[in-house]
């Protein structure tokens, strides 16, 4: 731990005394584990770091000089988010600081927020602004920690912090921000002004999840704040090493979230019909959309290299882009083999489908190179475009199975498309199959996928003896009577009824929807639902054919891009 308790402890300034009610908690003035009692007792800043760690902090910043920007309404604010579980609260002002201090035990973040014409710092300027919020019970204060020039230094700002007795949160853009506080003393390093310096700023950021890695090895307090505005998003930043997540505007501006929801509404309102762009990037073919009244208005598909880099897979997408009349700003979604995560990384699963793709940032790299988009799993997208537009309509808990290249798919779970932070939710296929011995592409063995899927099916012919076939010809030697191709489609029909009777059985999913062009190929659900028959009545999925047919991923994308 950096010296934060040494610091403070020589630190008996006039915020000694309001970091608790005394009721609640005790703290000790000493200097942590003494003697043979070997026993931790904590400084007053270890006592206060103790309390936040583990936990959120809530920011209540009204918006400025909107209705609720009146401290009793900050203070309530601040006592509903304590109640709601939140471990202490940022607030800013020294009025409101005081209104919420009165009420409040847990520990306060204080900062002043002020515009000046010489310099765009904004968070705790002035020393002055330092004593005036530790007088009215901040117990910390945060400040601008960035090397951007203004009126008081930094350092002078985090001096004058230490020496009045507060604990100090370093506000930081970079890597080299937190290093400088840590040494200069600072508490709490926070990744809060990531995206809003010129260095760091730019469209449609997501939250820095990797200067919360780097801090993380920094030995201080960490602090993940800015944009953590899911409660996924906020359990990732702690997964990546933060101490305690800071979450703003999405609890406490409610012209900010309210707006967030009108506005989707209103698109929901005008969307009908679907109208943009859209690419669905598979394991054998990419396909780029223009979508125009909901309807597929244009299309145009390429073989998928499975070789390809980033960089290759980019230029495909873009030249497709270009083939079906996109320009930059246009609405685009693009669904993609593969595990997208929270951050809208790129990973491949299986490694056999997509050879060079491994955590590439992916929602980044296309949004600088082509525009504003929105990334998603293939699999996901079908699942939200057939529970919207399809065969899940209606259905509470919905199960969409892609049975094409690989086995995808999407699991919608009291009516929400179900998700998780790494994007590995629903992908159905890595279950596993009493059908299968073969190692999967993605390292684990007798997956559904290494049994049923487009891929698997080749291999198991090419095993057979009949090398140089893909699955739509097996499928053909099949409907032409070759046993060898008959046990080999069955074989993946089979895999496909036993994962959707464990759907039935784990989730109670109502509706299965099959799609892919295995999936969808003559005779395959036939199949399916005769295997189903075979199990006990209960285990007998509700199973369709995917009513968007291959559409499904493109319309998801753009689904999700709205
Ligand atoms: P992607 O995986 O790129 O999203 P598809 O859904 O078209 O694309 O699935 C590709 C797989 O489907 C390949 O393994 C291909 O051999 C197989 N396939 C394509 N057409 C047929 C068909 N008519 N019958 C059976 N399999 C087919
Ligand atoms: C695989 C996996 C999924 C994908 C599914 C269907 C990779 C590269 N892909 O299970 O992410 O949703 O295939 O994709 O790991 P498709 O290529 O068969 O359309």
């Known amino acids: 731990m950096l010296p934060v308790g040494k610091m403070c402890a020589s630190n008996t300034g006039p915020s000694a005394g309001m970091v608790s009610g005394a009721e609640t908690f005790a703290y000790y003035e000493d200097e942590g584990v003494s003697g043979r009692m070997a026993q ?165 950021k997501a939250p820095d999840l990797d200067l919360v890695r780097s801090f993380a090895g920094m030995g201080g307090f960490v602090m993940a704040e800015g944009r953590f505005d899911t409660p996924e998003l906020a359990a990732t930043a702690i997964l990546a090493g933060a101490d305690a997540v800071t979450v703003g505007s999405v609890l406490t501006r409610l012209e900010v979230v309210t707006g967030r929801f009108s506005h989707a509404i209103s698109v929901a309102y005008r969307r009908t019909p679907l109208a943009g762009f859209a690419i669905d990037l598979g394991g054998t073919k990419t396909a780029a959309a223009r979508v125009e009244a909901g ?153 559904v996928e290494s049994v049923a899927s487009g891929r698997a099916i080749a291999e198991m012919a090419r095993v057979a003896g009949h090398g140089g076939m893909d699955a739509r010809a097996v499928f053909e030697a099949a409907a032409g009577g070759a046993p060898w191709a008959e046990d080999i489609v069955q074989m993946s029909a089979a895999a496909i009824a036993e994962l959707c009777g464990n759907l039935v059985s784990m989730l109670g999913i109502t509706r299965i929807a099959i799609g892919g062009s295995v999936g969808l190929a003559d005779g395959y659900i036939g199949r399916v639902k005769r295997e189903l028959n075979t199990m006990p009545e209960f285990f007998r999925a509700d199973v369709v054919a995917a009513e968007l047919r291959g559409d499904g991923p493109l319309l998801g994308a753009l689904l999700s891009a709205q």
């Not at 009516?415 to 684990?444: E, K, N, V, W």
Request: with cysteine; aromatic share 4%.
């Open 295 to 447: 309807r597929i208005a244009q299309y145009e598909q390429r073989p998928t290299n499975g070789d390809a880099g980033p960089a290759g897979q980019y230029e495909q997408i873009e030249d497709l882009l270009q083939v079906v009349g996109y320009s930059a700003g246009d609405m685009l979604g693009v669904s993609v083999t593969g595990r997208v995560d929270a951050m809208g990384r790129w990973h491949a699963v299986n490694q056999s489908t997509l050879r060079n793709i491994m955590s590439v940032p992916l929602a980044n790299d296309l949004a600088r190179r082509i525009g504003p988009v929105t990334v998603v799993n293939d699999a996901s997208a079908a699942t939200l475009a057939e529970h919207r537009l399809g065969a899940g309509r209606g259905h509470e808990n919905f199960a969409y199975i892609t049975v094409s290249t690989g086995v995808g798919g999407g699991l919608v779970l009291g009516g929400a498309l179900h998700q998780s932070p790494d994007g590995i939710a629903g992908h159905l296929g890595f279950a596993s199959s009493q059908y299968a011995t073969a190692l999967c592409g993605s390292g684990r063995v007798g997956t």
């Open 40 to 204: 931790y007792v904590p400084t007053k800043a270890q006592h206060v770091l103790d309390r936040l760690r583990g936990g959120l902090i809530a920011s209540c910043q009204p918006v400025d000089d909107g209705p609720m920007d009146q401290p009793e309404i900050v203070a309530a604010m601040a006592q509903a988010a304590i109640a709601g579980g939140a471990a202490g609260v940022r607030i800013e002002g020294v009025e409101n600081v005081r209104a919420v201090r009165r009420m409040v035990d847990a520990p306060i973040i204080g900062i002043v927020k002020t515009d000046h014409d010489t310099t765009p710092v904004r968070i705790t300027v002035c020393v002055d602004d330092v004593r005036a919020l530790i007088e009215a019970g901040a117990d910390i204060v945060a400040y601008d920690a960035t090397d951007r020039p203004r009126q008081d230094g930094r350092d002078t700002v985090l001096a004058a912090i230490l020496s009045n007795g507060g604990l100090a949160m370093a506000d930081c853009a970079s890597a080299a921000d937190g290093m400088h506080a840590i040494a200069n003393g600072a508490a709490i390093i926070g990744t809060t002004l990531s995206g809003y310096t010129l260095d760091t700023e730019g469209p449609d």
